[in-house]
């Protein structure tokens, strides 16, 4: 049987240090978020735990350091929500160029980290979103 090629082989890609940074916090902040799974899903055990459970697990996670891992977990999500479109654009075949993947590695940025403000607002200040 023949040898085949490797396909894609990595000679075929040009990857530069921001490509390469921003596609690796992308993986991270995917397992950043599938890491906050867990205190999501403690708190759906504990609702269905009953009142008592829930009140322990309420009480646990309005800890302070709670609201560090809440800020952490929406930062993560809104890079990982960003950074997902970005590569669905590339997906389109557009903004591969070096400049164009530069300029919109600062956008991704920029972008998540507005969002991740809007949501910490919209979640820990009171009133932020009453009608």
């Given at each position: 049987?023949?040898?085949?090629?490797?396909?894609?082989?990595?000679?075929?890609?040009?990857?530069?240090?921001?490509?390469?940074?921003?596609?690796?916090?992308?993986?991270?902040?995917?397992?950043?978020?599938?890491?906050?799974?867990?205190?999501?899903?403690?708190?759906?055990?504990?609702?269905?735990?009953?009142?008592?459970?829930?009140?322990?697990?309420?009480?646990?996670?309005?800890?302070?350091?709670?609201?560090?891992?809440?800020?952490?977990?929406?930062?993560?999500?809104?890079?990982?929500?960003?950074a997902g479109i970005r590569h669905l654009i590339w997906d389109t075949g557009r903004g591969?160029?070096?400049?164009?993947?530069?300029?919109?590695?600062?956008?991704?940025?920029?972008?998540?980290?507005?969002?991740?403000?809007?949501?910490?607002?919209?979640?820990?200040?009171?009133?932020?979103?009453?009608?």
């Amino acid at each position: 049987m023949p040898q085949r090629p490797l396909s894609p082989h990595l000679s075929v890609y040009q990857m530069y240090r921001y490509t390469l940074f921003t596609s690796f916090l992308n993986r991270a902040t995917g397992v950043l978020l599938s890491i906050g799974l867990l205190v999501f899903v403690y708190w759906l055990m504990a609702v269905a735990g009953g009142s008592h459970a829930y009140a322990r697990a309420s009480a646990v996670l309005s800890l302070g350091i709670f609201k560090l891992v809440y800020m952490g977990l929406l930062l993560a999500f809104s890079y990982h929500l960003v950074a997902g479109i970005r590569h669905l654009i590339w997906d389109t075949g557009r903004g591969l160029e070096r400049q164009q993947a530069k300029r919109s590695a600062w956008i991704v940025g920029v972008v998540s980290l507005v969002l991740m403000l809007l949501f910490v607002y919209w979640a820990f200040c009171p009133g932020a979103h009453r009608s």
